[in-house]
């Protein structure tokens, strides 16, 4: 009898950790053209890394809201992958090659 209840107990401590981990929002700079192509390449890169939620990017201020759970991915595989997209991130650096194959209007000036 004592083992069932403890057993009940974990597998409610369990339930509620899980209940409890999820989604969280953060804010990144990614640096991009001023045009909505650009927008809309950085937020479907972002998009399509598994556990984010949603991404928006605003063009003027080059500022990408991210929301994810955090028990499937973080920012720094988020930020990876906008940078294997072509677009430099505060902690990752697209490859000369990455950027080279984003349209002309969403190249941006690149720090050397």
């Known amino acids: 009898m004592r083992a069932k209840v403890l ?3 974990v597998l409610f401590m ?12 953060e804010k990144v700079k990614v640096k991009g053209g001023d045009c909505e192509e650009c927008k809309t390449h950085i937020e479907t890169t972002t998009k399509a890394v ?3 939620v949603s991404a ?3 063009v003027e201020t080059k500022e990408l809201t991210v929301a994810f759970d955090d028990e ?8 990876k992958a906008i940078a294997k ?3 430099d991130t505060p902690n990752f650096k ?19």
Request: net charge negative; glycine share 10%.
């Open 7 to 9: 057993s009940l107990a």
């Open 14 to 25: 369990l339930s509620v950790g899980t209940v409890f981990a999820g989604e969280k929002t």
């Open 50 to 52: 598994e556990g984010v």
């Open 56 to 58: 928006d990017w605003d």
């Open 72 to 79: 499937k991915t973080t920012l720094e595989n988020i930020e």
């Open 85 to 87: 997209a072509g677009n």
């Open 94 to 112: 697209a490859t000369d090659e990455a950027y080279g194959q984003l349209p002309e209007c969403c190249r941006y000036d690149r720090e050397k």
